[in-house]
Structure formats: C-alpha cells, structure tokens
C-alpha cells in the first residue's frame, strides 16, 4: 500500500479551503492549505506537495501563474485545477507543462468523490 500524497490547497475562500482540506485529511492525507498563490509558493519551496489543488481566482495573482511558478520550484508536482469559472480554457502555457481538461474541476463539487479519484490518477507518480 503506497503512502498517500501531500496535498497543498490553495483557496482564498476559508470555508472552501477548511472543507477541502478537513475531507481529505478523512481519508487519510497529509494536507497543507494556503489563502493566496503566494504563501502557497512558500509551502512549495518548503513544504514538499506532491499534489496542488490551486484556485483560479486568488488574491495576489492568478491561478495560472501560481502553477507556472510552482513547477519550475519542483517539475514533479500534480496540479488540480478548482474553479468556478465556467469560462475557463487550459492556457497554451498550462498544456505545455502537461495539463490537461481532465484536470480541471468545477466549483461546486457536487461530488467529492471526482476529487479522491483525480488524486488517486497521480498516485503511481509518487
């Protein structure tokens, strides 16, 4: 049986945030949560996720940035983009690192289950 993955959120919404990260530690993951794409920068640097599930819409820049950021901090972390933004598109820039549609969840989550399996797709990366 793997170790499950560390998981940083980073949301600016706190209720969202708390509840993200309260149902993933009820099954068994190692969670780390940020309000803004900065200190979520930090946590990289210093925190060790293997998985972000990153807002798009943050306080001090935007989604898309963060996660171009974060990969050049560490190339091997998984990123779960979370949105409510029906708008959305996958960035050229975000496909070029290896995102994909598949890894684009809609706010509301009206299933958590989507979530635990979305992480468990990364699994064999780690």
């Not at 946590?43 to 807002?55: A, L, R, W, Y």
């Not at 949105?83 to 070029?96: C, F, K, M, Q, R």
């Amino acid at each position: 049986m793997s170790i499950p993955p560390v998981i940083l959120i980073i949301e600016d919404e706190d209720f969202l945030r708390s509840s993200l990260a309260d149902y993933l530690e009820d099954h068994g993951h190692t969670v780390m949560t940020s309000p803004n794409a900065e200190d979520g920068l930090r946590q990289v640097e210093t925190g060790s996720p293997q998985i972000c599930i990153v807002d798009m819409r943050l306080p001090d820049m935007n989604g898309n940035e963060f996660i171009l950021r974060a990969c050049r901090l560490d190339p091997k972390l998984r990123f779960i983009i979370f949105t409510g933004s029906v708008e959305y598109n996958l960035p050229e820039s975000l496909s070029a690192i290896g995102l994909t549609t598949s890894d684009i969840l809609f706010k509301p989550l009206t299933d958590m289950n989507v979530l635990l399996t979305k992480i468990a797709e990364f699994a064999p990366a780690f």
